[in-house]
């Protein structure tokens, strides 16, 4: 029996095939380019197809599970990720199912998937209780509690980056919230602009009279070259993950606080420093207990966990 994950991103999707042991067997990356809408909609449903067109007689694919970069609707089968266009309400378990046939397809969060990924084959192997918390183009949070996955009332659960990390309200927040704004990839290209205004008479890297457009990822290169604007800029990203995690600490109690997504990365060896900016701020007993770790999955925690979405349906049916 094999599976079929399929992990779409703000600027990619990647499709897997998985054994029932979540072995990966074969992997395509796809990056989007200017796709919006229907165009990113094709891309999945013509990559269901070729899978399935292509998969061994004595080896089928037998379930679909797709991981989506915002909210997946489970009552609807619709989807809402702010970073493609035209996906404010996309049909996506509709136009799936309308090329997988009777192979079921299951929708999930990237958050949630990202945590699923991690309880199948990564650290979170034997918890009941964990977060994940992945920062790329944005932040979410997937939390483990109990042995299940907490989805909340509208399949929002996990939006951690609408936390609010400092006063007064700015209009800035309204789009993605105060945390994701400062602490998410493109919030630290955003933070570390704001600070080069800022400091008088800078004239490193990240100086807007580069007239350059830099990544998180220079961002990160010019802190280890000890770039003052960037030694600013994280140590203050440094601040918000702590406290975020604090947080999440001291409400769910977790045994494990994993971090991964794209900037970690770059970000994992900050991950003592965050630990130490979470002991000032979360419940003290709570914080003793917990371990915070980076992922163990390279970057597929989510595909990993959409392979393991794909699993827990074919479990489900032969239940009944």
């Known amino acids: 029996m094999s599976l079929l994950g399929i992990d779409l991103g703000g600027t990619k999707a990647a499709f897997a095939l998985f054994d029932d042991g979540g072995n990966l067997l074969q992997k395509d990356t796809y990056l989007l380019g200017k796709r919006k809408g229907s165009e990113v909609g094709s891309l999945i449903t013509s990559n269901i197809t070729r899978h399935l067109h292509a998969q061994d007689k004595s080896d089928p694919v037998k379930s679909v599970g797709i991981s989506v970069p915002g909210i997946s609707h489970s009552r609807q089968g619709t989807v809402w990720a702010p970073n493609i266009g035209e996906w404010e309400n996309y049909p996506l378990l509709k136009e799936a199912k309308s090329v997988s046939g009777d192979i079921p397809v299951t929708i999930d969060s990237d958050r949630a998937c990202s945590i699923l990924g991690e309880l199948w084959k990564g650290n979170a192997q034997g918890c009941l209780d964990a977060i994940f918390i992945t920062v790329g183009t944005g932040i979410g949070a997937g939390i483990l509690t109990s042995g299940e996955i907490l989805r909340g009332a509208s399949d929002i659960a996990g939006a951690v980056g609408w936390m609010g990390m400092k006063k007064p309200f700015l209009e800035k927040f309204r789009s993605c919230g105060c945390f994701e704004y400062y602490a998410s990839g493109t919030g630290i290209t955003r933070l570390a602009a704001e600070e080069a205004r800022e400091v008088k008479g800078y004239k490193g890297v990240l100086s807007p009279e580069n007239n350059k457009d ?76 917990v371990s915070f770790e980076a992922s163990s999955l390279s970057g597929d925690a989510a595909l990993i966990g959409a392979g393991c979405l794909a699993l827990r349906k074919v479990k489900e049916k032969k239940q009944f």
């Not at 010019?222 to 409400?251: H, K, T």
């Not at 997504?261 to 900050?270: M, S």
């Open 214 to 289: 830099y990544s998180c990822n220079d961002v990160f290169a010019a802190y280890e070259d000890g770039d003052p604007v960037a030694v600013r800029a994280i140590n203050q990203v440094v601040f918000y993950w702590g406290m975020a995690s604090a947080n999440l600490v001291s409400i769910f109690n977790p045994e494990k606080v994993i971090f991964g997504g794209g900037v970690f990365g770059p970000a994992r060896p900050l991950i003592p420093l965050i630990r130490k900016e979470a002991e000032n701020w979360a419940q003290p007993v709570s914080m003793k207990g």
